[in-house]
């Protein structure tokens, strides 16, 4: 019989837990909830945030201290808190943002830091950011700055390009300046006393959890059933009890992220509580017990790296295995558990491990055994569970070498990895003694070593070359990689061949030491790893102080707010009494009629309240001509909203989503791509054409004629704030509180989509966690939805889309495919373009780029004659949409594309084609604009001095002949963005209380951190002459911001600071008078009484508008970039070395936000061109990319280790009245500059295989798998 406790013995259901400090007991507590929803609605501490739920973001972070089984006493580190079942932190203290600091007791030095160095934009990423390193001190008081870089690997920010953030983080570090801040004390480290001992602690004394919590626990909610046993006993006895059902062991619950749609589950055994399972032998070989995090085998491995080296080289392979706050919690063995469960997984763990010969102890009631990590593969693992692991020293004469290639460099999966262990003879010619180890993740399924390789290698010499090329033939032979949507095989293949090659390179280091090198120092770099520096940067602008506060640098004014978590959001907002929750059901097929809607399984979800479909909606079910709000029977696209289903929580909901059984009908091919368009006729009617000049003559009589094509993918916007809406009935009509980018949009759906008047729908919006133009136009889907489900219910309801629906269901930026034929003549000047540009536009063409191409196709560039064709593709996927500088930034690229053709082509330096070209003042543009405030050459001038670029052309040059398997580039890149204020609209209104003379703005821009608030606060602040703290911006509203469009196209801020400034003249003209009449120099709050007792309007609104023709623009922003960056020929890793930026912002109002905007958008365009990759499944046309696990946004070692930038110095802009320029899109443009620096890169790489003549396109996303495959590496050129 299983040994289980006593009903009435050492047996407990509820959870004992503190929070900051408090205490909370919560009685049989639901399995199936996670740490942050009941932190977030259990206790409304919603400073944790919640976006991607699979533990890749970051923003939920909260820090935990427990005991520590592994070596006594308490631990404490941070983790992610939507992974983390509430039931498994019985017995834990948890410290969230909020009990760190805020506006009533006082600011944490790190909330402080981070919103002083400017590290806050849209604010949604901040108190993750904040709580993350706060782990980092508790842990390690006086870090480097080295160990705060790598403590940020599982953080995402959308807003800032990370710059600032490290900066502010890495100011904590005993390395660092002083003058930033340097490190504090432990006193400053916890604001608040301990109440048992009054001194400085984290809360483990306070809260009693020094103590080991032996208490058997046990939990039931919904037929689910949580187990905490606490001996091997109480473990066996529950695997035996539950040999039948469907359980799971649980220790970190990190797979949870990965593997969403494992289960359902009926019974769950936490097993952090049983102490046998914590034991660990720091001998030879090493044991560690399975309940032990990867972090701790990090430590162990560390610490014995002095008596094994290979210990060494496993613990740098661990660094790389998903996050911080991942390793914190997740174990070694659940992560061998995956891999068992989930034979596709390509586990890093599973790989280092069985290289470097470990061992796993499984346990079962009756016996242990002891097993290699390959036969554990094929242990069925019913009623047992992994025990240790035994980790071997290796021997002297081993060498031992892991990999892992990733699409990014941190917090992603594996293309590949491997590990590789030899033993080899010193008193030989270095001859491999026994059967090596070959092990290989990511190839297949089925494949563990490379065993007829590991055979071939027996008894050869290493350094014989005709051992590798024989070995080389083997390996290829045996390397079948599985098919795969997301990588090519023969990618999959020459990697893993490349790494082969690279650990026998890598064995030069240890054949110099014992005097066999045969390596020449060229053929080496193949071994040498791409070495990345603790990163930094640096910010040059003018500011003019006598303007100030105007001028001013300065944080936004809500960004300590935001990095206390005090800032709220829709969906942080409390619920309403018998407020529910809604969420879409998504099609999964693209191209079809809708069959049945089968919801009885959705309706047996606990709390489901109804289910809605487009029969439902009771006004217009149309948001456009082309767009339902919920499918009434055709479905264009995969992860189209078919149905809407309500519960009385977002988790309930989004279950009931999943459990609903939609039929199919007429399932067609989906059309995915342009090229797929094009080969179909599918289009748009919408075409743009323009002809200028005698293009056909000119390309007739040139003297060099070129032709060919370039593309660019599509991108998500990655907001961190999900799509969110809150629609309440009132007597009045409708209140929504929506993340929107445009009120306007949104009145207008939720009134079509009821029936009613857009005066009875009131729309309030306080701040966006990001938009990026993700949140106009697509905004008003699940704002109208939501309307629909509150209307019918008569009550509020909120719907908040998880990621994967966000990412299946939402507009993306637009793809583009260029055709050209350019002339041109001996020089490189243009004669002659014609340029066919393809817009995959989606199901519908609502947001099309094509009007506005005839104004940016030229870049910077004079040709005298064009013909410019622009077609809308029509596809099977989510309708596209503005997407931060939409459009432009494609076709700025293609003609930079073509630039490096032409310079191709003359065997001449692009910078000197590109400067030949380039417009002066005065010139002409397609559109006919004539541009009177060009400066482009200036910057050109100033950056080619500034950043040396000569010097360090030469000095690429040399490095690239010294090394066959590095590569360096280096590009700069012009740019020129036009400005459409005309295109936006926005009321303004400012108020002056009479009581103490404070201002109050609202005013119809959206906030979603480019600053727009604190700018208009400084000036109004500097046209009133008030201090800045006298001045609040209220929430933006469709009352007081009616008739405010879009907020977008980077106007937003300076628009809106024209109607603040207007409004402020309007008043001081009212009020000049009477300050007048007091004489002298009144105070303010005497001057504000005296105004109001005269009859004096104190409130005036403006509605600033540009009378010029939509299409026209006001002006233009100008740029330079220079970027470099080092490849590794045999994987397409990368470095981005330095980036150099120069940027005309006019005369900035704020030059520390406009820096902010400027690297923002830079490393925004650099995951666009770089990481960001949109795959769809071919037969059923849904998104395969629709999370953090396969969709990499840039994350902290993925901008420039150097960055650079200078807002130009001595510039102004006539034609805006505060002579400022807009900075939050244009800047993106430039950041092409990385994949040209990696096409000079990959140009040499080419060459030195013989492949150099021929020019190629780098089309984008220029991913590691691509920039390997155009390197065109070839085994047979792995030479010793």
Partial sequence: MPILPDANEDFKDKLTFWVNGKRHVVQNADPAMTLNEWLRYRRGLTGTKVMCREGGCGCCVVM???????????????????????????????????????QKDGFHPIQRRLADFNGSQCGYCSPGMVVNMYGLLNKKPQPSQQDVENHFDGHICRCTGYRPILDAMKSFAADADPEKGGC?????????????????????????????????????????TWYRPTTMAELYGLLEQHSQDRYKLVCGNTAAGVYKDDGPHTCLIDIKAVSDLYNCQAGQPLVVGSAVSLSTLFDLLRAGSDRSPSYGVLADHLCKVANVSVRNVGSWAGNLMIKHDHPEFPSDVFTIMEAAGAKVTIGHRDESQIMALGDFLGTAMNGKVICSLEIPPGKPEDVFRTYKVAPRSQNAHAYVNAGFRMTLDRQSDLTVVTKPSIVFGGIKKTMVHASATEDFLIGKTITDAETLRGALAVLQAELVPDDSALQSSQYTRQLAMGLFYKARSMLTFYLSAVGKESLTDRVRSAGDSLVRPVSRGEQYFQTKESEWPLRQPMPKTSSRVQASGEAIYINDMPAMPGEVFAAFVSSTVANCKLGNLDFSRAMEI?????????????GQNNLSADDEILSSGEVSYAGQPVALVIADTQAHADAMAKAVQVAYTDIKPPILSIQDAIAA??????????????????????????SGEVSCGSQYHFYMETQVC???????????????????????????????????????????????????????????????AAQNLNRTVRLSMPLDANMEAMSKRAPYLVKYEVGFDEEGRLLAVVYNLYEDNGTSVHCSFLPFLPQVAENVYCCPSWQLTGQACKTHVAPATYT????YVAVHFCMEHIIEHVAKTLNKDPADIRRVNMFENGHTILSGYTLADCNITQLWDDLLTSAQIKQRQQEIEAFNKEHRWKKRGLS?????YALHPSFFRFTVFVAIYHTDGSVVITHGGIEMGQGVDTKVIQVAAATLGVPLEMIHVMSTNSLSGANSESSGGSTTSELNCQGVLECCRRLNERINPIRQEMGGAPKWTELITTCHSKGVDLSEKYMEHHPLPVFRPTYHSYGVTCTEVELDVLTGEREIIRSDILFDCGESVNPDLDV??????????????????????????????????????????????DLRVTLLPNSSNPYNVIRSKAASEPPLLMSCSAVFALRKAIQSAREDSGYGADFFPLNGPATVETCHQTCLVDSSNFTL
Avoid at 606 to 618: N, R
Avoid at 689 to 701: H, I, Q, R, T, Y
Wanted: with cysteine.
């Fill in 1156 to 1201: 902010g905007q400027v690297e923002g958008a830079f490393v925004f365009g650099l995951g666009y061109w770089l990481t960001e990759k949109c795959v769809y499944d071919k037969e059923t046309g849904r998104l395969l990319t629709n999370g953090t696990w396969e969709y990499k946004p840039p994350t902290t070692k993925d901008i420039p280790a």
């Fill in 726 to 788: 809150r629609c309440t009935p009132t007597e009045d009509g409708m209140d929504v509180q929506s993340a929107t980018q445009s009120m306007d949009s949104v009145q207008a759906a939720v009134a079509q989509a009821t029936g009613m008047s857009a005066h009875r729908v009131y729309v309030s919006v306080k701040r966006l966690g990001g938009g990026f133009g993700g949140k106009g136009p697509a905004s008003t889907l699940p704002a109208a939805a939501c309307a629909v």
């Fill in 64 to 102: 935990v201290t427990h005991p520590n089984l592994t070596n006594g006493g308490t631990c404490s580190y941070s983790l992610n808190s939507c992974l983390c079942p509430v039931c498994s932190v019985d017995g834990w203290s948890i410290t969230t943002v909020e009990g760190l600091g805020g």
């Fill in 884 to 887: 931060r500088a939409p459009g």
């Fill in 184 to 224: 504090i004390d432990i006193e400053d480290l916890d604001k608040h006393p301990c109440p048992r001992t009054g001194e400085a602690c984290n809360g483990a004394s306070a809260n009693g959890v020094n103590g080991t919590n032996t208490s058997y626990l046990r939990c039931n909610q919904n037929g689910v």
């Fill in 681 to 706: 006729e599918s289009f748009h009617p919408n075409v743009s054409e323009m002809v200028k000049g005698d293009p056909k003559g000119a390309l007739a009589g040139a003297p060099h004629r070129i």
């Fill in 972 to 976: 700069v890149v012009p740019c020129r």
């Fill in 606 to 618: 606990p709390g489901a309240v109804a289910c809605m479909t487009a029969g439902d909606v009771k």
